[in-house]
């Protein structure tokens, strides 16, 4: 048959004159009519592409009309089939054929309240270049060898979650990766790179290996709209710009126009990781799209967004838009997504940004939903407890907002802001410092933050991230920078060890920036989202040049999973903590570290924080003690250094003593 004309959006009355405001489809989408018609159940939206035939289904419950195209090419040339589709029940279009059409390209001419668009599929699992049109696939050809095989490690006794962005990676040539491979997913199945290929001192995987991180956190992978798939390779963004929420970033393919590459090799990446000892969590952004003309809007005009009551369309994300996620078929939608990255693409875990624009409901679903398929606890999931601005949340929802902590499940996080703007200084008012670089009155925050904030609406530190720096404002080494700008490198290089020390000696689920345990810079830009990639990128050479603070990392990671007491994630976690004693500077506290056993040889903890400019005596209790961590040596705790009475703390650091147990309550295995 004929495909219809390809001007599209033509119609001689005007736009305004035919659709229904946006408070109007609101009012609309509000009333039991829709409803109780057109909320469909089922789970088969979008394609299905097997050996036995291929089948399409839209959920558009407006449309008056919809046409299928099929295209050979994913970004070029004109449909070389096209036939409408039938409607079904609950606002859902249907066509299907015999014909496996894996690798064939699609996407959908509708007609709606009188005006005709083009629209690709929403539900997609695979797209062409920059996301324009879907994909129709069978996933089966898209598994890299031995994909069946494939496990996430063991988890860990804590978990140590590193931020990383897939381009910054791999980008800067120091690092050693095939130049065909520079800021792909590819750079992740390179398991051997060293700097400069001198095949003497490691990075990429092998670093993160023995850097001693248990979760690798990749920064926005799926189809984003901000940087051109078809542009040079020096684009760059961070990626919160969603098009194709259930589609790989093609960007970071070595072939993003076809569409089978870029999830082939997303599988690579992750089997990789997993094969070398790492949990995999991607971060995911369901709160907005990259744009108001999305898929959604085109398909079902304005049921995926908030609109205010006065018709004002809601923007708490400050990005133009915000998804309704408090919605049936909304909610769904993002529901059925983290499901299909789970069981597509292995996925261990979810960061949720902006947490707050999502409703509670919605997020302690996802919670049971992941619970039930792979056990309590089991795929991490955590986000950002704010919001830009205020939301047009509907019906009652209650949004995730930290307010509302206790309201969700206690296996959901929050990142703490509190602890992070206690330990180095508000984030947002880039001169104002904190504990570490001098400010006072943050005694007692350091100490909440140390028992993960109970008692302020937290049920337990699994609620809790503890962290300094993200992705998102000044780095660690930039904020010390500018808070402290007197200070030179070394007495800098000493603060960030006493920032890591302190939130690494802190109840609650440990998280950090890629190369803060090199004191990465950008130069002192707060938000780096679109810079130039030779600012953002990893730089090898400097994680070698500063090879010092690095082994401080490494060493506080590794005691870090010898301490039960800090790592409890039970509600009873704060427990463990007492003997507070507090002065302007000075910070001290106990720990309950039981039970000693084979990963853990000291029974109680004593952990001081010094941020004065002076040594100050520290006391220690009875019994055999050891120094396991000073302010610059973090392996202490493996060459067993008595701690004795009368000792002092340096200046501007952290001090960590643990005693020893009886010897009869330890096993052989401590001392190997």
Known sequence: MNCPSQILASNSKGKADIMKTAL??????????????????GNDLGVSCTDSGTSFKLWSPSADSVTLNLYRDGNRGKAFFCVPLKREEAGVWHWSTAERLHGVYYDYILEIEGETVRSADPWAKA?????????????????????????APEKPREQIIYELHVKEFSWDASGGFPEKYRGKYKAFTCTDTTLNNDGIHPTGIRYLKDLGVTHVQIMPAYDYGSVNEAGKDTEFNWGYDPVNYNVPEGSYSTDPEHGEVRIMEMKEMIQSLHAHGFRVIMDVVYNHTYSLDSWFQRTAPWYFYRVFDDGRISNGSA????????????????????????????????????????????????????????????????????????????????PALKKNIALLDENIGMFCDDTRDAVKGSALKIKRPGFVNGA????????????????????????????????????????????????????RMRLNRMAAAVYMTCQGTLFFLSGEEFARTKNGMEDSYNAPIALNRLDWEQAWKNRDLVEYYRGLIALRLRLPGLCDKSADAAGRIGNEQKSEGLISFTVDNQPAGEYNKWDYLKII????????????????????????????????????????IEPRSVLVLGRLAEREERTEKIWA
């Open 24 to 41: 109007e489809w609101k009012k609309y989408y509000s009333s039991p009519e829709f409803r109780n018609n057109y909320i469909y159940s």
């Open 609 to 648: 924080y010094n941020s004065s400019g002076a040594a100050r005596s520290v006391v220690v209790g009875e019994g055999e003690w050891e120094i396991l961590c000073s302010g610059e040596d973090s392996w202490l705790w493996k060459k067993h250094v008595p701690a004795k009475k009368g000792m002092m």
């Open 127 to 151: 797209c062409g270049l920059n996301g324009q049109r879907s994909m129709a696939v069978n996933l089966e050809l898209t598994d890299p060898e031995g994909w069946d095989m494939d496990r």
């Open 319 to 398: 990005c133009g838009n915000d998804v309704a996620s408090e919605r049936e078929m909304c909610a769904e939608y993002i529901l059925e997504s983290v499901l299909y990255w789970t069981e597509e693409y292995h996925i261990d875990g979810f960061r949720f940004d902006l947490m707050g624009l999502l409703d509670v409901d919605l997020m302690n679903r996802i919670r049971r939903a992941l619970d039930d398929r792979y056990g309590k606890g089991e795929k991490l999931i955590f986000g950002e407890p704010w919001a830009a601005a205020e939301t047009a949340m509907e019906g009652g929802a209650v």
């Open 440 to 491: 006072p009155g943050k005694e007692a925050d350091i100490i909440q933050s140390a028992r993960a904030w109970k008692g302020t609406g937290v049920k337990a530190p699994s609620q809790i991230i503890t962290y300094v720096s993200a992705h998102d404002n000044q780095t660690l080494w930039d904020k010390l920078a500018e808070t402290m700008p007197g200070a030179g490198a070394e007495e």
